[in-house]
Each structure stands twice: as C-alpha cells, then as structure tokens.
C-alpha cells in the first residue's frame, strides 16, 4: 500500500502549519437550512456551535463552515445574509477551540468577516474567480483552497460535458493556483479540489478519483469532497444522504490511498476509527 500521508510537507494557514503526514480530516459544517445532506440540521446557531464541538471531539483537523448552499439547483443568498449565519459560529468556536477553521464561501465580503471571526483557510469553491478574492487572499496569511466548479450552482449540473474531465480539471486549478502565486499568494499555502459533485456526472467523479495521482503530482496538496455525494447514492442506489456513510468511508480511503492530503468529510466519528484500524495495521502512521 503506499504512503498515508505526504512526508516532511505542511500547508501553511494561518498561524498553523499543517503536517501532511497523513490525510487529514475536515469536518463539514453547514449553517444553512437547504445543504443536500443536513440542510437545516445545523440551521440554529446554538446546534451549530454544538456541532462544531461534536467535530472537534471526534478528532476534526479543521472545521470547515459554510452558510450557503452549494448543492445542485441551489440560489444564490446576500452576502449579509451568509455572514450572519457563519461569523457567530466561527467566532466562538475560535473562542473554544485551538483548531483551524476554514469559510467555505464564494464572497469576498464574507470571507473578510470570517477571517476577523478567527478563520485560517478561504475554501473558495468558485477557484478564485473574482479578483476581490484574489486580492483578499494576497492580504492574509490564510491557507486557500482553489476548487474546480464547472459554471454555477444553479445550472452546474445541466448536462455537464468535457472532452477530458481529469486533463481539464487539473489544468484548471494549476492555472488558478500559478496566478494566485503570481499574485503573491505563497505556495505552501494552496491547496487544490477537483471538486467532485460540482458539475460532474458520476462518471465524471470517478474518472477524477481515479486520477488523483495526476492532480497529487502537481506538487500542492489536493482536497478531496467526496462526502455523501449524489454519486454514492447513484452507485448504490441509495436515495438518503445520510444513509451513504459506509460509500462515502470507501471513496476517503480509496483517496487518502492515492494520495489526497486532507478529506473534507461529515462524518468525522466514523472516519477516523476508519483511519485508526488502517493506521494500526500499516503500523507506520500512529
């Protein structure tokens, strides 16, 4: 089996360096009442933070916030909107915990909010699109994730179509990585995302799952979203996303396999005593 981790690197957030060792684990939470998976569960601010404790506990390497949804067919909501949901959460979970805490938001109003709230890492699912972000991310010291979405979430599961998914996913994010360097954006602070689910068939997804050692042989440390995603349930014909933890278990070890640095990922619990197993019989990674 090959190496769980990416020996001697870090990525750079913030005021934390991030071993890469081995995968980490990101926890996801959404503040949103409409996410495809536990929209609304997490809604209430008082559940959100109580979540986001939860996370922590099970062993969460970074809590990943988000106050609008992103899931297929999704609306757009004001960026003072998104900022009310996620700055309270962020804030007194940077209050109680000494864990990095990524926005996951395509607004640069929000993002700068949510980094005077106490977050470490911008997880911009648009791929640094707006130059607003750019410069944003050029001012901070934040780790970045630059992720691949083919258009917008309303239409990006309109029939998407590609010559190459995995050529045109990975030149993409090389080429939004390279201008964020330009930019002046550090290299050990930028992650890369295919961005499975986003404007993909499932085809699509497993195409660029196989092909992760392509997009790990670019040198940044990739991200991998594969939690719960419609394409589960397509495969297993599992209706439910909730129901979809042990397909979701299958796609993070076949990606920490192939050398995915961090797993962003709902169900933290079930995960890591999944790594931990693995991790006692490779013997290596304890």
């Given at each position: 089996?090959?190496?769980l981790?990416?020996?001697?690197r ?6 934390y360096a ?20 536990d ?6 601010p ?14 969460a ?5 988000g106050?609008e ?6 609306d ?11 700055c309270?959460?962020?804030?007194a979970l ?6 990095p ?14 980094m ?12 640094f ?6 410069a944003l ?30 050529s045109?996913v ?35 997804n ?18 991998v ?9 397509e ?6 996303p909730?129901?979809r933890?042990?397909?979701s ?17 709902h ?14 019989i ?5």
């Amino acid at each position: 089996m090959s190496d769980l981790g990416a020996a001697g690197r870090t990525w750079r957030c913030g005021r934390y360096a991030l071993a890469l060792n081995r995968p980490l684990m990101m926890g996801i939470l959404n503040v949103t009442p409409d996410s495809f998976s536990d929209g609304g569960s997490y809604f209430d601010p008082v559940a959100a933070l109580e979540h986001g404790r939860e996370l922590a506990a099970d062993g969460a390497d970074i809590i990943d916030v988000g106050g609008e949804s992103t899931r297929p067919g999704s609306d757009q909501i004001s960026p003072g909107e998104e900022s009310s949901r996620v700055c309270p959460v962020l804030k007194a979970l940077a209050r109680d915990f000494d864990v990095p805490l990524s926005i996951d938001s395509r607004h640069p109003e929000v993002v700068s909010r949510c980094m005077d709230a106490g977050a470490s890492i911008i997880n911009d699912v648009s791929g640094f699109r707006d130059p607003a972000m750019v410069a944003l991310a050029v001012s901070c010291d934040a780790g970045v994730v630059v992720m691949h979405m083919l258009g917008e979430p309303k239409t990006m599961q309109a029939q998407p179509v590609y010559e190459d998914v995995l050529s045109e996913v990975r030149d993409y994010l090389v080429k939004q990585a390279v201008m964020l360097e330009e930019a002046g954006v550090e290299r050990d602070r930028i992650a890369i995302d295919p961005g499975i689910g986003f404007g993909k068939t499932t085809e699509h997804n497993i195409e660029l799952l196989r092909g992760l050692p392509e997009l790990v042989a670019t040198g940044y440390p990739v991200v991998v979203g594969a939690s719960r995603k419609r394409f589960i349930g397509e495969l297993t014909e599992e209706p439910d996303p909730a129901h979809r933890v042990p397909g979701s278990l299958a796609a993070a070890a076949w990606s920490a396999l192939h050398g995915a640095s961090v797993l962003r990922v709902h169900d933290i619990k079930e995960t890591a005593q999944a790594f931990g197993v693995w991790a006692a019989i490779e013997g290596d990674w304890l």
